[in-house]
């Protein structure tokens, strides 16, 4: 099959206005409420925080000013601007942190260290609702359930919690304050080392601040951390994260008469942040441009852990298994390797990261060290890394400070990808019997909050990477047992250890799946065992020179994600020059599930989404339209509150000539973030809504009088939500991200649908101050059909009369 360039997504050019609208904030009052009892009760909490604050505030008075944050109970839903703004200010309140569904509780600092205006508020409010007089000013405490401070065992983390301090040896540990102005948080970071004065006792290793969280590393003693977590300025402490790795099996393979491809010297580089590479391996080492160590436990820079050997392997060539069949290996991108692990001697399955240096600060020196160094031609950053401890909506439902900084360093860089593994999760940790696994696979992803994506998969800008499974590999001992061999996944379904969606706010994460491997177990003895080589795939070893050891067997999602930056890798080859945006857009638009026929009823849409993201990507198809399918595309910048409209006209044949045929839609852009506002992390909101059969002028007429934060879908808009495609995901579901993908599959030609196909981009503020602020953007649009047609040169010839028009 012939392949051809994809085609540009032609803008409609004609003239698109928006209407500025403010919109009514609505609080509904709570029902049954004793407004008297409500006000005595939190008129009472607040007296607590306000004596609790002056006891603080007199013992340390000759150490640090410290500050009154407490927390207030929302029950409610409520438009975060305008409870901020026109509430919460008017008190002297700043709001440090909003819940993620807008209810639950906010984190607020307050500078009327009396709380009085609070106090004197609240008592106006119940006398309001007593009368029909001034109820408006004072609505918003409808929504406020109750004030209160936040006791010190709310700030531990899951690792000190299950490992608490219980002597005075000095422990290293992980600490963050809530993100106050500059100033305030210098003041109380300079206080606490002046307070605790003894560096036996009390240390700070590391620290690092960033626009949205502010971290350090301490060394410190029970004692002395009792007392700091009573400072009001604390919003976490835990143990410093470790890495864990599966077992592995190693085998000997001849190499002798494999050929190795370096990549071209102008070849794009991957970044790996990992255990380090061994540099001199046989075949890996072709492919390196280089290495530098970012910890100082180890001084050597080679891997001695074998898992940035694994990882950079994968990045560097893709299928190892493929290429060893092929006995071939050609590196398509160079190698640049950063190591901040090292092996930990006195606990075999744990490598362990500088105990002085914060994980988050390691990664920004990194960076700055890689990506502004022009000469590596860095395009994607690969972090298969994560937390344990840090589980999505099950140790936290606030976005983590690693996944901030990601996305914060991925905003800073627009041309760079950033690829993360979604994490590991074992079923044996949770089910006694192996027809527990399988009767409960796999429901158990999705419904088990452990299974849930850790810290940094939750990276809004990244790709996150699940693992699907690959075809059984069985050994001959294996085959004479075969019956007693149960692999949990069928080939091409979700790997049974996998970690599974939804992100912050609901994002769809992980957005795409790679083969990591299978668990393939059985029963004996009551106990359940592992098929170790049978379920991995082929990785380089860290001990290549070991009896000719090169290759080990490994699983998880740490060796999925590399392959996807492998492709990354190779598209960013094709366009040297092209964005994050278009690159991320490429991929998402190539994948697919690869096999529907083991999507068993047990995958519902929901579970899919959860599991496999939107499918398996695939370079050709990122790369190449073909004659039955065609790609367009379209980059550019659009304004808030503002849409745009593109539009095509679709040969008569995609519908006329029989088979299945096939509509999507991508959608890629990088906006801002803010670890404040769990209500809406991402500063902006881009979505977008596909009509046909009406014309764009039409279309820009009737959206220039609606109010687009309504235009979702459930909403109809005039006379044209009858013409509106419905496609899957659902707008509810996709626009939470900035990584969208809708589709509408048809075995036929729908009733009453003809030309021109439209799609309406919008972009939603939700907390953008700057009013000029312009989003950049990639979208595509992919027609396909399943049978063989001219499609490619017909859409074109209908773009080349557009054109002549």
């Not at 609505?139 to 219980?166: C, M, N, Q, V, Y």
């Not at 100082?296 to 060893?324: M, P, R, S, W, Y």
């Not at 190779?570 to 092209?578: G, L, Q, R, V």
């Amino acid at each position: 099959m012939a392949n051809y360039e994809h085609l540009p997504l032609p803008e409609f050019q004609g003239e698109l206005k928006r209407k500025k609208e403010r919109r009514w904030v609505s609080v509904i009052p709570p029902e049954n409420r004793d407004v008297i009892e409500f006000a005595k009760k939190n008129i009472k909490n607040a007296e607590n925080i306000v004596n609790s604050f002056r006891k603080l505030k007199s013992k340390y008075k000759d150490y640090i000013d410290v500050s009154l944050i407490c927390k207030i109970e929302i029950n409610q839903s409520v438009d975060v601007n305008s409870f901020d703004r026109d509430f919460l200010a008017s008190m002297g309140m700043e709001v440090l942190y909003v819940n993620e569904n807008k209810k639950g509780y906010w984190i607020v600092f307050s500078s009327d260290e009396e709380l009085k205006t609070f106090q004197e508020k609240l008592i106006k409010y119940a006398e309001s609702c007593q009368s029909t007089s001034d109820r408006i000013s004072y609505k918003f405490f409808h929504a406020i359930e109750s004030i209160g401070d936040i006791p010190p065992e709310e700030k531990i983390g899951s690792l000190l919690k299950r490992e608490p301090l219980t002597d005075e040896t000095p422990t290293y540990l992980n600490l963050e304050l809530w993100r106050m102005e500059d100033s305030t948080l210098r003041s109380f970071i300079d206080g606490l080392k002046k307070r605790y004065n003894n560096p036996e006792l009390f240390k700070i290793t590391d620290e690092f601040i960033t626009n949205s969280f502010a971290l350090l590393r301490i060394k410190t003693t029970k004692t002395i951390l009792d007392e700091i977590l009573q400072f009001k300025e604390v919003a976490w402490v835990d143990r410093p994260p470790y890495p864990l790795f599966n077992p592995c099996e190693y085998t000997t393979i001849d190499i002798s008469d494999i050929k190795v491809n370096p990549p071209s010297e102008d070849a794009a580089g991957i970044l790996i942040i990992d255990s380090g590479i061994v540099a001199n391996h046989p075949i890996l080492g072709w492919a390196v441009g280089d290495e530098k160590n970012y910890q100082n436990v180890e001084k050597e820079v080679q891997d001695t852990v074998g898992h940035g050997t694994a990882v950079a392997g994968l990045a560097a060539f893709g299928d190892i298994e493929k290429c060893l069949e092929n006995r071939e290996f050609n590196a398509s991108n160079w190698i640049f390797s950063a190591k901040i692990m090292y092996k930990d001697v006195q606990m075999p399955k744990h490598a362990s990261y500088d105990p002085e240096k914060l994980l988050e600060h390691q990664l920004y020196e990194i960076v700055k060290d890689f990506l502004d160094n022009p000469s590596y031609r860095i395009k994607v950053v690969n972090f298969s890394l994560g937390n344990l401890e840090e589980v999505w909506g099950l140790t936290s439902y606030r976005q983590f400070p690693l996944a901030s900084l990601i996305d914060e360093i991925a905003l800073a860089y627009p041309e760079i990808v950033f690829i993360v593994s979604a994490g590991n999760a074992n079923p044996r940790d949770h089910f006694e019997s192996l027809s527990d696994i399988l009767e409960n696979y796999p429901d158990y992803l999705v419904q088990n909050p452990y299974f849930k994506i850790i810290n940094p998969a939750t990276s809004a800008l990244s790709l996150t990477v699940g693992s699907i499974a690959p075809k059984e590999r069985l050994t001959k001992n294996t085959f004479v047992v075969k019956d007693l061999w149960f692999p949990v996944a069928q080939f091409n379904q979700p790997s049974p250890f996998s970690r599974t969606g939804y992100g912050i706010n609901g994002m769809i994460k992980p957005e795409v799946i790679e083969y990591g491997g299978n668990l393939i177990l059985r029963e004996s003895y009551n106990r359940i065992n592992e098929n170790h080589l049978a379920q991995k795939i082929a990785v380089f070893s860290n001990t290549p020179f070991d009896e000719g050891k090169f290759i080990r067997f490994d699983f998880g999602t740490s060796f999925a994600a590399p392959k996807v930056a492998n492709i990354a890798e190779k598209i960013a080859n094709i366009y040297p020059e092209a964005s994050a945006n278009f690159i991320k857009n490429l991929i998402l638009l190539s994948a697919d599930y690869p096999d529907r026929s083991v999507l068993t009823e047990k995958f519902n849409e929901e579970t899919i989404y959860q599991t496999m993201g939107y499918g398996l990507p695939s370079f050709e198809k990122a790369i190449y339209s073909s004659e039955k399918r065609v790609v367009l595309l379209n980059e550019g910048k659009i304004g808030l509150n503002k849409f745009k409209i593109f539009s095509l006209d679709i040969p008569e044949e995609f519908f006329e000539t029989k088979g299945e045929k096939k509509i999507t839609v991508v959608l890629t852009y990088n906006p801002l973030v803010n670890r404040k506002r769990g209500d809406s992390y991402l500063g902006n909101q881009l979505k977008f809504k596909v009509y046909h059969s009406v014309e764009p002028a039409e279309l820009a007429k009737i959206f220039a009088e609606i109010d687009l934060e309504q235009a979702d879908d459930e909403i109809e808009i005039g006379e044209i939500k009858k013409y509106e495609i419905e496609m899957e995901p659902k707008i509810r579901r996709r626009s939470v991200s900035c990584h969208q993908k809708a589709w509408r599959e048809y075995k036929r030609r729908p009733k009453g649908f003809s030309s021109p196909l439209s799609i309406v981009l919008f972009n939603l503020n939700k907390w953008i101050k700057d009013e000029n602020y312009l989003q950049d953007y990639c979208i595509s649009l992919t027609l396909e059909h399943k049978e063989e047609t001219e499609l490619y040169n017909l859409v074109k010839n209908k773009l080349r009369q557009r054109i002549r028009i």
